[in-house]
């Protein structure tokens, strides 16, 4: 009878279209947890081990940890929490969002092949980018927006990868995922998405087509300036074979990253509600403001792509970009003045 009742509820939930679904809150708490077996602790631990005990009688090579530098089970937490976020299969963890951009970079590209990224990426890794050129690896930059044209005419015979940001850092400029995704795909092209800016909260890139998503949690994902970290998601098969290039490279993040990195996750979805709400209130008030040049928020209908923001996005996040009015010495006599703001690089924290 409890059998049969199961079966109806199911049959309930998918005519509804829910099939099941966990909702972002409750991915953000549960996904990828695991309650130790030894103690029954409720949180995941941190395990502070640089070796395990190896090889081991009771477990075949393939399921065993060996090393931290290979696996650990506090990252795995993360990962999986991360992925399970993305609507991806499997995720990595890196020591920060550089590690993780360069293991993608380095995973899909060779020497004599040719890049495409968007201008306006964060400054960080454009360099990273521009290094590329010593190991024989051609690039164009190009402005995508909704100017495939430009896009179109960048793509060459060895075009491997389209990388991009939206938002982008500073300017918050918005592409649009699911046609970019559709271009590569009929060129035979890779996807990376930078998602930092959105998280998966406000937009999912592989469900729009994208091929492998990459993060610094350092921002939003931790959420609390406590950390410096990276994550890739992404299909299974490549991010098993891209465990072996960060067990080569050595980049993978520490335990007690991992354990902050999944603590602050747990509010993620919370904490991007408040974001977003906050996040529009400052634009609009800002947008309103005599003092103030101009805004940059997707939100805002005066966005020069409010339209594909809204297709692809669920909330605009906590990143407003300004121009005050007036010279240099003008606006930094504005900063100096901010009240509560606190003046420094990084976003996506609590605090900001
Ligand atoms: C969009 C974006 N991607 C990547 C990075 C690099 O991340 P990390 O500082 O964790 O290496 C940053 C850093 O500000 C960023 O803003």
Same mark, same amino acid.
């Given at each position: ?33 695991? !309650?130790? #077996? *030894?103690? +029954?602790?409720?949180? /995941? ?5 640089? @070796? ?130 559709? !271009?590569? #795909? *009929?060129? +035979?092209?890779?996807? /990376? ?5 959105? @998280? ?153």
């Amino acid at each position: 009878m409890k059998k049969l009742y199961g079966i109806y509820l199911q049959i309930f939930w998918s005519l509804l279209g829910l099939k099941n679904e966990k909702g972002f809150s409750t991915k953000s708490v549960h996904a990828g947890e695991f !309650i130790e #077996k *030894e103690s +029954g602790a409720v949180i /995941v631990p941190i395990y502070q081990t640089s @070796t395990f005990l190896y090889p081991r009688e009771d477990k075949p090579e393939a399921e065993s940890y060996i090393y931290t530098r290979i696996r650990n089970p506090t990252l795995e937490a993360a990962e999986k929490k991360i992925a399970a976020l993305e609507g991806a299969e499997a995720g990595l963890v890196f020591s920060s969002g550089l590690s993780a951009i360069h293991a993608t970079l380095s995973y899909f590209l060779k020497p004599g092949d040719h890049i495409i990224y968007i201008n306006d990426v964060y400054g960080g890794t454009e360099v990273q980018l521009k290094l590329l050129e010593k190991y024989g690896i051609e690039r164009t930059q190009v402005i995508i927006e909704s100017d495939f044209d430009a896009l179109l005419d960048a793509i060459r015979e060895n075009t491997k990868l389209i990388y991009f940001e939206t938002p982008t850092n500073p300017l918050l400029r918005i592409t649009d995922i699911k046609e970019v995704a559709k !271009i590569a #795909k *009929e060129h +035979g092209i890779i996807t /990376v998405v930078d998602n930092t800016f959105a @998280t998966p909260i406000n937009q999912q890139p592989l469900l729009l087509g994208i091929d492998v998503v990459v993060h610094s949690v350092t921002k939003y994902l931790n959420g609390h300036s406590d950390i410096i970290g990276g994550a890739i998601v992404g299909p299974a098969n490549y991010m098993s074979e891209m465990l072996q290039l960060r067990r080569a490279f050595g980049g993978i993040m520490d335990p007690f990253a991992g354990f902050l990195l999944l603590r602050g996750m747990k509010t993620l979805a919370v904490r991007m509600a408040m974001h977003n709400k906050n996040g529009m209130a400052i634009a609009e008030f800002l947008e309103d403001h005599p003092k103030i040049e101009r805004v940059y928020y997707p939100g805002l209908t005066s966005h020069i792509s409010h339209e594909i923001a809204k297709k692809q996005m669920r909330g605009y996040g906590g990143m407003v970009s300004f121009e005050v009015k007036g010279n240099a010495e003008e606006t930094y006599h504005f900063m100096k003045n901010l009240k509560i703001a606190t003046i420094a690089v990084s976003l996506g924290l609590f605090h900001k």
